[in-house]
């Protein structure tokens, strides 16, 4: 693993592994927990909705759909075409005909600014492969929430399996790292539109500029966050049975927390 890469071959993966794919034109990237046997448990909605925004960015990032059959895969025998949720598919059909990387976690603060592309890896520590793997089997026999590119994505997906932790406030724009790649340019861009005032310098600006993008980047990383809590899987699962985890709208769910004693 490296600064400019975190490419990896499928040889060298081992079950509880994060990995992620890039789609065409690397606009953004699918993830998913590797669980042996050539197996990824990965969150999708669907063809040609894994972005799910329900606006024009739906149409801007569709590249990030795979590429996908009508008919079975001969090795997996799943047809991507129509799942949805979470789903098991071989590593082939994962990747879709791109390269694979493994996504890092506990990595150290000044890596973490330095990986400018958001979505490869994390301040938070993952829980052991054994418990990892158990998260994944159990959402993919049990659902995880609705899909949102903001707010419940495929990142989100493989992180908490990986981790365990949610962000309680679902109000919280960007909470994985590709989404707040996908919102801190252009709002880094606004946010240092004041500095106009103390210099017209395009290259002070520009430094300006990446250094929000970087703070945002750094503030909104699970591991560096205080509105997240640690859930187990089985309460997360029964939590969405019962209404504690419900639904808002259909793009959206909501973590009713414990009230104060």
Known sequence: ?????????????KPGDHIYSWRTAYVYAHHGIYVGDNKVIHFTRGRGQEVGTGTVLDTLLVSSSPKRSDAPCTECNSMLSESHGVVSSCVNCFVAGGA??????????AFFIAKA??????????????????????????????????KTNCEDFAIYCKTGLLVADQGVVGQSGQ???????????????PFRLITTNVYGMAVTAVGVYCASRYLADIGNRRDVIKLEVEDLTAGLATGRVHVVEENETQLAMPSPS
């Open 1 to 13: 693993m490296g600064l400019l890469s975190n490419r990896v071959t499928v040889e060298s993966l």
């Open 100 to 109: 694979l990387y493994r996504f890092e976690y506990a990595v150290s603060p």
């Open 117 to 150: 592309r958001g979505g490869t890896c994390t301040l938070a520590v993952s829980d052991p492969a054994d418990v990892v793997v158990h998260r994944a089997n159990h959402l993919l026999g049990h659902g995880f929430r609705c899909y949102n590119l903001f």
């Open 179 to 193: 989404a707040v790649s996908i919102i801190g340019g252009p709002l880094a861009a606004v946010l240092s539109t």
